[in-house]
């Protein structure tokens, strides 16, 4: 229900597609979890509700763990645990990496409390969070967001399937982005061998974004939960 009026759906939560690539099961969930920096408890209490209330039909990935490969991305919204002065300084000296230590999401899965056996690609760029739209300058409003990497993109691998994710491109930068615009694909190699998963992330967007009017939505949308098939 995730960007859904909240009278109908809430503001937040996870949509999830599921398929069959040949002999392999893939989940790719998308999802917007509760912002602000002291809101980690509700994140892990999010990621939680969408891990358990999506069952499904096959019997062989009745639930998102069982399948093959599990893809996590969207906006998580996990912050970094400093104070916006310490973390800009951290950024205004090229010590960005430095950040990753004390950010939350990655705190979280260290003490099993959420996103368990997930893994990510190296972070090597400043954090996508959060811009004056259509510049590089972090959030100057009123506001003044604590800089961080909301926007993320994880999976999980079962242990019968070989773990050979490959990387092929990620990476990051300010210039141009729209607040906290973030884009990511991932493609699945069919000519590959056996086990083998490409993962490619992209950074964040530099495409601009223009403004759009809210609108009202007194319906919902429903999908099968059958897995779709592709056999080439």
């Known amino acids: 229900s995730s960007g859904i009026n909240a009278e109908y759906g809430g503001n937040k939560g996870g949509t999830t597609i599921r398929f069959r690539l040949y002999d392999k099961t893939l989940a790719i969930v998308n999802c917007h979890l509760s912002a602000h920096h002291n809101q980690v408890p509700l994140r892990d209490e999010e990621y939680w509700n969408i891990i358990s209330e999506q069952d499904f039909e096959d019997p062989l990935t009745r639930h998102l763990y ?6 996590w991305s969207g906006d998580l919204n996990y912050r970094v645990n400093l104070s916006n002065e310490e973390v800009r300084a951290h950024i205004s000296s090229n010590k960005h990496l430095d950040l990753l ?3 939350q999401l990655r705190q ?5 409390h959420a996103f368990i056996g997930f893994h990510e690609a190296q972070i090597t760029f400043p954090p996508t969070y959060k811009f004056d739209p259509e510049t590089d300058i972090y959030d100057t409003s009123a506001k003044q967001r604590i800089p961080s990497w909301c926007d993320r993109v ?9 773990e050979i994710v490959s990387i092929l491109n990620w990476g990051g930068g300010g210039g141009g982005t729209s607040d906290s615009d973030y884009l990511s694909s991932f ?14 992330g992209v950074g964040p967007s530099k495409q601009k974004r223009k403004k759009k009017k809210k609108k009202n939505v007194s319906g919902g949308a429903q999908m099968d939960s059958d897995l779709l098939e592709y056999d080439q």
Not at 66 to 71: R, V
Not at 157 to 162: S, T, V
């Open 66 to 71: 069982d399948h093959d490969y599990l893809i």
């Open 101 to 103: 230590e004390y950010d």
């Open 108 to 112: 979280e899965k260290a003490a099993g």
């Open 154 to 162: 994880l999976w999980r691998i079962r242990e019968e399937r070989q």
């Open 187 to 200: 493609s699945v190699d069919s000519n590959a061998s056996e086990g083998e998963c490409q993962v490619d």
